[in-house]
């Protein structure tokens, strides 16, 4: 069922459908040359990403968005920091990875103390992979989450090196998040030291070290202390109790762009690929942090338009305010809000069913909350 949903009102001036993207958001087409977008992620993945140096690009000016149109794809596609890989099909089979690795997170450094532990701030969501080599990699550590995505295989949450002896370490890898997401075959944590699955089925799980953290997700082993030989501390609690899931954005067959916005669920297990409230970019302002400032993001905010933050760094001189029922301020590429004069980079006013999402949040100069909420 497709239901349509609009905060905006009459005063607001209708938005370009599709919108003009800037060059930090780059959408692909199957009908696109494999050449041309491994150029283009390899491009960015060498500004933001690889071990030589370690963690290159962990302080990176440069955010990126990949967004892929509905189609299959033969394309390996890195992920490094600042940088979000996201599926337009309205579910995330609409857009199938079948390449020999597919969109994937490799370690920042080559070592085993080192590994994924500063392997952050990197997304990815909503598509379909079939990776050749039999598993998807995702070896993170904090904010990397991964959502709404179908692994028809294995899931590594960490890197498996090759190595002489029999009993090849696993190089460190602490936190990390996934949620409405179906993993078919089976999920190695392996030395990752906690993670956060939400929302997820899996065919099964092994390993971890300290904690592992399953809510509504099925196929997750049950709860258990650990400290035995051969068990894992896992704690799973059945059903989540309420649940909003992050919006997306999708295209239809015209080209047109709409930002779906899921249902609120409450006692809920497993995945749920339903689109939502679904609302045209005519009601949708981008925003660019080449031109945007505070004051002309709040004017579309207080129009009643949805935002949409396209990767970037925004240096907010005052706060971003949300007032209106249902309102979003979705970022994408990891978009980055300054605080500044004290400020909170955003106030949600006394509303229901605001969402804040896809955005990093920083500290200014002076102290302040980063987020208020009324």
Known sequence: ????????????????????W??????FSPEDATSKIEQVVNAAFKNNGGTDPANNGQFSDERYAFLFKPGSYDVDVPVG????????????????FTSVHGP???????????????TFWRSAENFETRPQIGHMVWAVSQAAPLRRVIVDNDLFLFVARSCPESNCPADFASGGFMGNSKVGGQVISASQQQWMTRNSEVGSWSNGVWN??????KGAPASHCGGGEGTNPYVNVELTPKIAEKPFITIDDHGLYSLNIPQVQSNYAGVSFDGGDEVGFEDVYVADHASDTATTI????????HVVLSPGIYSLDSSLQLNHTGQVILGLGLATLIAAKGQPAIKVGNVDGAR???VLLQAGHLATDLVAVG
Do not use: I
């Not at 497709?2 to 905060?7: A, R, Y």
């Not at 920091?81 to 599926?87: D, P, W």
């Not at 709040?298 to 338009?305: F, I, P, S, V």
């Open 356 to 358: 804040v999402a896809g």
């Open 212 to 217: 592992q953290v399953f809510v509504g997700t």
């Open 298 to 305: 709040n004017a579309a905010l207080e129009k009643g338009l």
């Open 81 to 96: 920091y600042y940088t979000q890989v996201a599926g337009l099909g309205k579910s995330p089979s609409d857009v199938m």
């Open 22 to 27: 800037p060059s930090s958001v780059q959408v």
């Open 1 to 20: 069922m497709k239901f349509v949903h609009c905060v905006c009102f009459a005063a607001a001036v209708a938005q370009k459908n599709p919108p003009t």
């Open 104 to 118: 994937y997170s490799d370690e920042g450094a080559r070592s085993v103390q080192d590994g994924s532990l500063d």
